[in-house]
């Protein structure tokens, strides 16, 4: 009788255990996303502000520091819009976020222009096309209109064309039924907008644009690293990006599950290794900024290591991982022979995911920035309802479901356990 309350008070502390990790996960997610944080991106410092509070949250854990500081400073080239954007087609005033969206390496712009339409009668004739691409399209805004083109591959050759710019024109459409708002380093000289194909109007003969940019050079931002000292020198690296979209106009993007649930899990695992009285290796915690700018910010770390990098026996890094319930995927997996049959193993023995993908090398997150000085990084990310809203503004903490989060904690800390 005694080994079997024993048995049911154990059961009892793990659960609770699991409980109190997915709490404090639920609250770094509803935090970082809320509207105090601006988006987490560069427009009111909302980077920064995120990064002060992780900083309070390392401290909690006492994570111990390199050089004296969590923080690791660097500058950024970013352009902003700050100004509410306007975008007129014909009478009819878009919405922004739900109708279009103005991709940020966009300048100034404020007028009236010509829009001229790539359609299916010009797509189809060689010597139309021709024609169409002799003429001057400075002071016109270009758009595809796909009714009618029963050829969805020249339809999105034609698109990659035609959103590059190559005929000079004042500004490119682009029809999306995907809004996504990004970030941008640099500034083009022409305008790019997102638009939802049921918006577009072939019988609209002009655009009325009015668009205030704000490029900074030299913008200040920080990552933030923390480590737990091991038995050995051999570092296992843990990571994932704080910084989101920000804000465009007066819209914000809350990115809550890109990447506050990201971040949740680094801090979940930071939690679960500061309370071992001892560890095998030595873990190291890193939160980047600058990723939704081009990985800048692991790319940083990854350059100017406060640790020898050659010591990091395996990257985990996170990001998106607060869905599940459509599948699991471990990007670069397959790059490291070891991984992928461990991986596969640990799953097939404790089924912690019915759908999982192992994959080859992927450049979509900050593992890349790992991967290419010869780290063996491991991106892991989850599919789902709530991951089809990433950089818009419905990624909000009531869109998550955390399918896939337990296992994966409960995953990721049996695999550090194998290596």
Same mark, same amino acid.
């Given at each position: 009788?005694?080994?079997?309350? =024993? ?15 997915? =709490? ?11 509207? @105090?944080?601006? !988006? ?84 189809? =004739? ?29 339809? @999105? ?5 035609? $959103? ?50 704000? *490029? ?29 979209? !920000? ?14 649930? !990201? ?30 700018? !081009? ?17 990091? @026996? ?17 990007? =670069? ?30 450049? $979509? ?7 290419? @000085? ?36 409960? *995953? ?8």
């Amino acid at each position: 009788m005694k080994k079997i309350t =024993n048995i049911i008070l154990f059961i009892l502390i793990a659960l609770y255990s699991v409980s109190q990790d997915m =709490n404090y996960a639920y609250d770094i997610v509803k935090e970082l996303s809320s509207q @105090k944080y601006y !988006g987490r991106g560069y427009v009111n410092k909302g980077d920064s502000l995120a990064s002060v509070f992780l900083e309070k949250e390392f401290e909690k854990l006492k994570l111990k520091k390199y050089n004296s500081s969590y923080f690791q400073e660097y500058t950024i080239n970013i352009n902003r819009i700050i100004e509410k954007p306007v975008f007129i087609i014909g009478e009819e005033e878009m919405e922004l976020a739900r109708d279009f969206v103005v991709i940020p390496s966009s300048p100034d712009v404020e007028g009236k222009y010509k829009i001229e339409w790539i359609d299916k009668a010009i797509l189809m =004739n060689s010597r139309a096309l021709r024609h169409f691409l002799s003429l001057d399209h400075s002071d016109s805004f270009i758009c595809i209109d796909s009714t009618g083109l029963n050829n969805p591959e020249l339809y @999105k050759f034609a698109n990659i064309i035609f $959103s590059k710019n190559y005929i000079g024109a004042k500004g490119i459409i682009e029809a999306s039924p995907m809004l996504k708002y990004t970030a941008r380093t640099y500034l083009d000289d022409y305008v790019y907008l997102q638009l939802k194909p049921e918006k577009i109007k072939n019988n609209s003969d002009s655009v009325y644009i009015k668009i205030k940019n704000d *490029f900074v050079e030299n913008y200040e931002t920080k990552n933030l690293i923390g480590y737990i000292r091991g038995e050995s020198d051999s570092i296992i690296l843990i990571g994932g990006h704080y910084d989101h979209m !920000g804000m465009c106009g007066d819209v914000i993007f809350p990115g809550a599950n890109d990447n506050a649930s !990201g971040v949740a899990m680094v801090l979940n695992l930071a939690q679960h290794y500061s309370k071992q009285k001892k560890n095998k290796y030595t873990m190291v915690f890193a939160l980047f900024s600058g990723e939704e700018a !081009g990985l800048l910010g692991s790319e940083f770390m990854a350059g100017n290591p406060p640790f020898d990098i050659k010591m990091v @026996k395996a990257m985990l890094n996170f990001d998106m991982v607060g869905t599940g319930e459509d599948g699991v995927y471990m990007f =670069n997996a397959k790059e490291y022979p070891q991984y992928d049959s461990l991986i596969n193993e640990m799953n097939k023995e404790k089924e912690y995911f019915d759908v999982m993908h192992t994959t080859k090398a992927s450049y $979509s997150s900050d593992h890349a920035s790992f991967y290419d @000085k010869g780290v063996e990084a491991v991106f892991i990310y989850t599919e789902g309802e709530g991951s089809k809203n990433y950089h818009q503004p419905e990624d909000i903490f009531e869109g998550m479901s955390f399918a896939a989060y337990r296992d994966i904690y409960r *995953f990721v800390i049996t695999f550090i356990n194998k290596l």
